[in-house]
Structures are given as C-alpha cells and as structure tokens.
C-alpha cells in the first residue's frame, strides 16, 4: 500500500512524502538451491533513482519462497518525476547477496488529483537480468515451476 502525502507549501507534483507497505513476494526463485538444501533468504531494497539518501530495507525472512513483511518504508520529499526501485535480494552467509528481481513504480502514477493521502494497493512483476547479456537486459522473473515471481506492496 502506497501512502502519498502533499506539504502544505507543495503542488501536486513536487515534495511529497511516499510510505510504502512492503507486504510480501510469492512465487520467488530458490537461489539457495545450488550451495544448500535451504531456500532464499529475501529482503527488500527500495531506492528512489537518483537519491542515494532516499532508500531503505525490510528485514531478511529466512528459508522462504513466499516471504511476508508488513514493513513500511519511508521516502520524504519525492517528486512526482522520480521512479521508486525495488529489488529482492537473496542474504547469502558465505556468497554476496544475490538478486531475485526487481521492479520500479513511477511516483507520478501514484499520485491522483492532488489528493492529500490515498492508498493504492499493487502487484508488481518481477523482472531479472537476462544472463549472458549487458546488465541492462531484463527478462520476467519466474519460479522453478514457471509462475510469474511478484512483489506485493
């Protein structure tokens, strides 16, 4: 669920504040499964694009193809052209933390009519790198059994 909140002093397009629910993912790839018998161990990254200082985490949910949250993150002073990324990564305890996928939300989409606060519940589809191409390719995230990987929020 998205929360969208004008300051007094902003227009519709510029200073808003975003708190996003991260409620949960379903049907992610097991990365685990080439170095243990365990599952993904999930959490998520949210970013604006372009603001290093406007980002945040859930928590790692351990053993879990279907992970829950309940989180909110919280992004102040957005605007309505910026994007919000997300990415679901994989804590891995001897390997770097891979990436399951990701997806991004233009803020503009969420805002409508000026209102001062609205929730806009979504299901995002989860895209990956593409291997063996440039790191801008993307292609659908799936799960083993072919279902389309998504991120609720």
């Given at each position: ?17 975003i708190?996003v ?18 599952l ?7 970013e ?106």
């Amino acid at each position: 669920v998205y929360k969208v909140q004008r300051k007094p002093s902003a227009t519709p397009i510029a200073g808003v504040s975003i708190k996003v629910r991260v409620e949960g993912a379903e049907h992610l790839k097991n990365t685990d499964r080439e170095f243990t018998e365990g599952l993904s161990d999930p959490y998520v990254v949210s970013e604006v694009v372009g603001k290093s200082d406007a980002s945040g985490r859930t928590r790692t949910v351990r053993d879990s193809l279907n992970p829950k949250w309940g989180e909110i993150l919280d992004f102040g002073n957005v605007t309505a052209d910026d994007v919000l990324q997300f990415w679901l990564r994989d804590k891995d305890l001897h390997h770097a933390d891979e990436d399951i996928g990701g997806a991004k939300v233009k803020v503009k989409d969420l805002i409508v009519d000026g209102q001062e606060s609205m929730h806009v519940p979504m299901v995002l589809n989860l895209d990956e790198p593409a291997q063996g191409s440039d790191s801008s390719a993307m292609r659908p995230c799936t799960s083993s059994g072919g279902t389309r990987s998504t991120l609720k929020v």
